[in-house]
């Protein structure tokens, strides 16, 4: 079985971030994310902690003219990181960095000889291997916990999908059915503006409420906007990411280090 990540990048200095809408209702976070610094971070501790896929082929495209520096790319390169530059002119008229995810995964789909694609966030640091047993179903995809779900949901679904964790196998075509059911969402819902940033995540629920096999998969992740305190004891040992943009407090994961260690006493 051959696994390859999929993973998505712009310049830390002009992406999009969540867009313009979100930053109106939230002006707490940056304007721009440093995806260049976590995508070393991110890179870096797959290389060191990935296991039986610390040598898995990793793909990182920027589908825009908000190309990362140079300097990134080189130190991409000595991780091993395959980085493309393909230009889509669909990103000219996104208001949304979020948007690139689908769109960029959808063609490294077709393009990429691998049996699965992993789809990470560059924010999201491993923490441990990914278990084997997550590639014997053809998709999963990190979901929200009951403490956690969206205060508005598109469909009705039993799961609230999070787009920072995929495991597809290229056979389902996942990624081109998720960019397909982006880009056309709008079209038939109206999405509230100040959740417009997370369209691409309410398309994998319109995709579950369509018919389609989707395995979620909870509590795999602790961050700045992933409470510890959600976590059951009985999962503590199975949390893979520490989720958090570099700007982001540590707190929730210093407490979770904290319980970890309690619990392993």
């Given at each position: 079985?051959?696994?390859a ?17 979100w930053k ?12 260049e610094?976590?995508a070393?971070?991110?890179?870096t501790?797959w ?9 898995a082929?990793?793909y990182?495209v ?10 990134t790319?080189?130190?991409?390169e000595g991780?091993g990181v395959?980085?493309?530059e393909?230009?889509?002119?669909e ?5 949304c ?7 960029a ?11 699965f694609l ?5 924010d999201?640091?491993l ?8 590639f014997?179903v053809?998709v999963?995809?990190g979901?929200?916990?009951d ?6 949901q598109?469909?009705?679904v ?17 990624f ?13 819902w109206?999405i ?8 691409e ?6 995709m579950l409420?369509?018919?389609?096999s989707i395995h ?5 992740q ?12 009985e999962?503590i040992p199975?949390v893979l990411?520490h989720h ?5 407090s540590?707190?929730?994961?210093d407490?979770?280090m ?8």
């Amino acid at each position: 079985m051959k696994v390859a990540l999929a993973t998505v990048i712009e310049s830390s200095n002009d992406n999009l971030g969540p867009g313009a809408a979100w930053k109106e209702w939230d002006d707490t976070n940056p304007d721009c994310e440093p995806l260049e610094e976590e995508a070393i971070r991110c890179f870096t501790a797959w290389r060191k902690r990935g296991g039986w896929l610390a040598d898995a082929d990793i793909y990182c495209v920027c589908p825009s003219h908000r190309l990362p520096s140079s300097e990134t790319v080189r130190e991409l390169e000595g991780l091993g990181v395959t980085y493309i530059e393909k230009f889509f002119s669909e990103t000219d008229g996104f208001d949304c960095g979020y948007m690139n995810v689908p769109l960029a995964c959808a063609w490294l789909e077709d393009q990429v000889d691998a049996d699965f694609l992993v789809h990470v966030d560059l924010d999201m640091v491993l923490m441990q291997p990914l278990p084997q047993h997550l590639f014997n179903v053809s998709v999963t995809v990190g979901a929200l916990c009951d403490e956690e779900m969206k205060p508005w949901q598109l469909v009705e679904v039993d799961n609230n999908f999070e787009s920072c964790f995929i495991i597809a196998s290229r056979e389902s075509g996942f990624f081109g059915r998720w960019w397909y059911e982006a880009r056309t969402l709008p079209r038939f819902w109206s999405i509230p503006e100040k959740i417009s940033a997370e369209t691409e995540e309410y398309a994998i629920d319109a995709m579950l409420a369509k018919g389609m096999s989707i395995h979620p998969l909870f509590h795999y992740q602790v961050g700045f906007r992933y409470n510890p305190a959600n976590i059951p004891d009985e999962n503590i040992p199975g949390v893979l990411f520490h989720h958090n943009h570099m700007y982001e407090s540590k707190d929730n994961f210093d407490e979770f280090m904290r319980r970890k260690l309690r619990w392993r006493s």
